[in-house]
């Protein structure tokens, strides 16, 4: 059978039409084409991190500090803002096209395209699959793998970890795993392994995440008890016992950004390899991460935030007390997320709303007008106004803002990069 010869841009449409949903959890498809394809363990170490939100941020600083030490790293990570190549580097690289191009062709392949059992895999088990192939290739010291959805099911899954860490536990995606925060954790209790090092980043854990860290002989390593996170003048401390360092403030704004920097030292820490002091500050100070507290321009002052859940959304609030500023919003946010919630949390923060829609997201959009109804118990009509896309909403909010006053955009990853499209 001769492949057909198809750019990335082509290669990423004809993945969605694959298989009939575009969130499909489970393991059994992936495992049987990875089989098929030979892959094995796609660094001498993983670290597979999981979370409610931190999950990126996490994998940058660890990225960053193993990078700082020499190692040769790879990062997985999703969804991506601007460019889809932005999801697989290799030692801080992103992937090419014509990398990505092959190893969705032997992908393919694998799956048996065109006969009549073939596996119909998901636009995130093709990226999953081509990120741990091109890690293969990369020989690498360390490879970081994002969870996409949870964990126990999530397709990254078949990796067996060295490390796990879960950042932090809330809701979010209710629909696939459950409406509290026992049973999210147990979700993403599933990338645990027995007798392997699992770091745990917020105060206070999900019971049913320990208990499941407990039952499989997982060492449990849990920030704010098993290791510290003290601020500073204009620093930080990380400690643990027999060990101290204090660190530079991380480039990463938000207040949860020292929790994620601090389960990065621990899930490297937990490792079978030397991770020097001056690779930990000079990981922690180059880190960065698009679209967190990223601030685009001034007079008037633009910050990007793909915050898209009620947690986020109190980290935001937190932010902005304690950056005083008149602050308009350009929010837009997919149908299916906590909406109200998010609103919410940052109601008495935000002096005016400016609403758009999300049109590149298939059922999950929203349009402006649809948002706007959502909200009409909680936003008074002097407060909000419609817009028909985010463009337009930034272009009003810039507009209409003094130099003295901030424009917050923020809602999902759709939003930050349809902001950073807008000149």
Do not use: C
């Not at 969130?23 to 597979?48: D, S």
């Not at 932005?86 to 190893?103: K, M, N, T």
């Not at 890690?135 to 949870?150: K, M, N, Q, R, Y």
């Not at 932090?168 to 147990?186: A, F, K, M």
Request: hydrophobic letters at 50%; a negative charge; charged letters at 20%.
């Amino acid at each position: 059978m001769t492949a057909m010869i198809r750019t990335l841009a082509q290669w990423l449409d004809y993945q969605t039409l694959i298989h009939p949903k575009s969130i499909a959890m489970g393991l059994e498809r992936i495992g049987a084409v990875a089989q098929r394809l030979g892959i094995g363990k796609p660094a001498k170490f993983v670290i597979t991190v999981a979370g409610t939100n931190g999950k990126g941020s996490t994998v940058a600083f660890i990225e960053a500090i193993a990078r700082a030490q020499g190692l040769r790293t790879g990062a997985y990570t999703s969804p991506h803002l601007l460019h889809y190549n932005e999801r697989i580097r290799i030692d801080g690289v992103d992937a090419a096209d014509s990398a990505l191009v092959a190893a969705f062709e032997r992908i393919e392949q694998a799956r048996g395209a065109g006969t009549d059992d073939a596996i119909a895999l998901t636009y995130f088990e093709f990226g999953t699959l081509a990120a741990l192939l091109l890690f293969e290739l990369a020989e690498l010291d360390l490879a970081i793998l994002e969870v996409g959805l949870g964990g126990r099911l999530d397709a990254t899954n078949i990796i067996d970890p060295d490390v796990a860490v879960v950042t932090t536990v809330d809701l979010d995606h209710q629909d696939y795993l459950g409406n509290d925060r026992e049973s999210i954790g147990l979700e993403k209790a599933g990338i645990l392994r027995a007798g392997k090092p699992a770091v745990f980043g917020e105060i206070d854990p999900p019971s049913s995440l320990l208990r499941r860290a407990y039952e499989l002989g997982a060492s449990a390593i849990r920030g704010h008890s098993d290791y510290l996170v003290e601020p500073l003048e204009n620093a930080w401390r990380w400690r643990e016992p027999g060990f101290e360092i204090v660190l530079p403030l991380p480039a990463v704004a938000a207040p949860a950004q020292l929790d994620n920097a601090a389960a990065a030292i621990a899930a490297l820490r937990a490792l079978p390899i030397e991770i020097s002091e001056a690779a930990i500050r000079n990981g922690i100070a180059s880190a960065r991460v698009p679209g967190r507290l990223q601030i685009v321009e001034s007079d008037p002052e633009i910050v990007l935030d793909v915050g898209h859940n009620p947690q986020a959304a109190r980290q935001l609030a937190q932010w902005l007390r304690k950056h005083p500023k008149p602050t308009r919003a350009v929010f837009s946010a997919l149908a299916d997320k906590d909406i109200e919630g998010i609103v919410v949390a940052l109601a008495e923060q935000i002096d005016f709303w400016h609403l758009a829609g999300i049109d590149d997201a298939g059922p999950r959009g929203l349009t402006g007008e649809a948002l706007s109804a959502r909200l009409a118990d909680l936003l008074a009509p002097d407060r909000r106004e419609v817009h028909a896309d985010l463009a337009q909403a930034l272009r009003a909010a810039r507009t209409n803002a003094a130099a003295d006053e901030r424009v917050l955009v923020f809602g999902s990853f759709h939003t930050v990069a349809a902001a950073l499209k807008t000149p």
